[in-house]
Structures are given as C-alpha cells and as structure tokens.
C-alpha cells in the first residue's frame, strides 16, 4: 500500500473542506441579527444573568416580553468582541462573569455560554 496517494486524498479533502467553510460562512449581519435571540435564551436558562437575583429576575421578565429590548438592556453593561476569520465568524459578549459566544461557519450559527 503506497502512503503518497492516502496523503493527497487527504489533503484534496482539508482544501475541498476549507472552500466550503468560506463559502458557506454565514455574514456578519447575520451573526449580530442572532445575537438578541441568543442572549434572550442564555438569560431565560439562567446561564448569563447578573449576580444581583432582582436585577436577574428583572431581567428575565423582561427577556420574556422582546429578545430585541433584553439586548438593548444588557449591551452597555457587557464587552462586545466581533471576530471576522477566514473560515468562521465570531460574536462574544462577556459580562455578568460568563460569556456568551456565537459562531457562524458552514451556514449555521451556534452560540453557548461559558466562563471567560
């Protein structure tokens, strides 16, 4: 069995896979239009919330009643961090000490929490 013929197949399929990504990367119009829903999910789940459990509730309710003013509440109050790279895009938002992160590639956007 020959060893060079299993390399180049395999580096074909790593470029054939890199020309997808960039072709398929959702925009990043499209990865901050996600963001309020996202963040509206994060806070109903309880995983990106204040400390405070008031502020926290307040926040919730309103979450509950528009995705849309529940982002407009919490932007001033977090770090905000847009990354545009060659195979995938990123939209960060670290606040309340946890972050919530979005990422676009292959036509999909996938967001989730963490600690920072």
Same mark, same amino acid.
């Given at each position: 069995?020959?060893?060079?013929?299993?390399?180049?197949?395999?580096?074909?399929?790593?470029?054939?896979?890199?020309?997808?990504?960039? @072709?398929?990367?959702?925009? /990043?119009?499209?990865?901050?239009?996600?963001?309020?829903? @996202?963040?509206?999910?994060?806070?109903?789940? $309880?995983?990106?919330?204040?400390?405070?459990?008031?502020?926290? /509730?307040?926040?919730?309710? *309103?979450?509950?009643?528009?995705?849309?003013?529940?982002?407009?509440?919490?932007?001033? !109050?977090?770090?905000?961090?847009?990354?545009?790279?060659?195979?995938?895009? !990123?939209?960060?938002?670290?606040?309340? $000490?946890?972050?919530?992160?979005?990422?676009?590639?292959?036509?999909? *956007?996938?967001? $989730?929490? $963490?600690?920072?």
């Amino acid at each position: 069995m020959r060893l060079f013929p299993l390399i180049r197949l395999l580096l074909a399929a790593i470029i054939v896979a890199a020309a997808v990504a960039i @072709a398929t990367r959702p925009p /990043q119009a499209r990865l901050a239009a996600n963001m309020p829903d @996202a963040l509206r999910a994060a806070v109903m789940k $309880g995983d990106f919330a204040p400390a405070n459990k008031t502020v926290a /509730q307040g926040l919730s309710d *309103i979450c509950k009643v528009s995705a849309t003013a529940c982002f407009e509440l919490v932007k001033p !109050h977090v770090t905000q961090r847009v990354s545009d790279r060659l195979v995938y895009n !990123h939209y960060a938002l670290n606040g309340f $000490g946890r972050v919530l992160a979005c990422y676009g590639a292959f036509g999909k *956007i996938r967001c $989730g929490t $963490g600690t920072p």
